[in-house]
Structures are given as structure tokens and as C-alpha cells.
């Protein structure tokens, strides 16, 4: 920050503006496990989402709740069938971190206690406590390279060292709920309502204009 500073002033303060937990990842929350920085998931999700957005809200909430069914089975189909104890993203994740620290020099001083020397960093590894200071392992959940190289050093199992949060079993947990089937809607039962009831539709208030579909960025 100090570097950017000196570069641009006005950049370091609309930065410094925003609560750093949003954008720098040393200050992300560890206990979520995830590092990821951009918003690719809700674009993600946009697209998937695609026409559906301009359709009614029953419509839309309905195909919505469709999709998820049939797409949370599919997954935990795809879950039980995994030999590794790790999920296959998080494998791959890896094993391309593994091709990263032949270059590294990793010394072992006792214990849990490892240094490890990339290039002109240095780096202080705890493997009883998960720990490197990187940060990245604690961040993420996934150790990082300077992990690995010490994993590889003593011959353990690096997915010993990965969350739960990354594992098969919690994978199918995750999935192993199940979105029940509705029947049409002439086979709902009824139901009763009195003026006041908290399920009927809030008064339809439209606002002057044509409704916006531009996303607000
Ligand atoms: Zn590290």
C-alpha cells in the first residue's frame, strides 16, 4: 500500500475507502475457507439464471427450484462415485502447486517446525498447526506451496492437511439434502386467509417508469 501510494494517491485512498475484508485476502475471514476475490460466482449464477430473470416471480422462483433439484442429485451422484478423500477440483489444485516448489529449499528444523527458502522469501511452516506465514494455508483451508513442499518432505498425505470443508464426506452432505418433488397447482391444499395473513402478496406498489433491468454495478 505504501508503494501505491507513491505511484497514485487518489487510487490508495478509494482503495483504503473500502473495508479491506472485501478485497485484500490476508484479511479475508478465515473460518469460511475461501479465498476467491472476484464475483465470478453471482456471474456465474446470472448466466445460469439467464432469461429466466425477466420471466414472473412464481415462473421464475419455480424453474429456479427445478434446476436445483435435479442439479443437487446430479452432484451427489457425481460425489459418491469419487475414490479420492478429496473433491477432484482440490486434487488438481494441487497437484499443479506441486509442480511450483522443486525450486524450494526446505529445511527441517524438529518437530513441526520447517523454513522454507523460495527465491529471496522465506517462510515459517507449523504443520501440527496447519500454519504458515503466508497466510494462504489459514486463509484458504488448502495448504499452500511452501506447505506442500515440507508435506512432500516428510512423506505425508497432503490431503491430511486440507479442511473438511474440501473433503468427499462434506461434499455429500452438502448435496445429500433433497429438494422434494410439488405437485401441480390444482393439488395444493387450501388454505383459509384472513386479511392480515403474513402469506398473501404484499400490496403492488409500481414505482413511475419503465422497470429497470440494467444491473446496478
Ligand atoms: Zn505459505
Redesign the pocket.
Known sequence: MDAMKIINTAAYNWLMEIPVTQWSRHAFDPRVKNDSLTNNMSESFNQWVGELRFKPVLTMIDTIRCRLMSRTHKRYQTGSGWTNEITPAIMGKLDSMKQKFRTYHTMFAGGDEYE?IDGNRR?V?RLGRWD??????YISGI?????IACITFQRANIASYCHDYFSKTVYLQAYGGRIHPIPAENRWPEFAHSEYDPMMLPPLRRLPGRPKINRRR
Not at 132 to 137: E, G, I, K, N, Y
Not at 143 to 147: Q, R
Request: charged share 20%; with cysteine.
Open positions: 522454507v517462510h511452516v504458515c506465514d503466508c497466510r494462504a494455508w495448504p499452500c506451496k511452501h506447505a
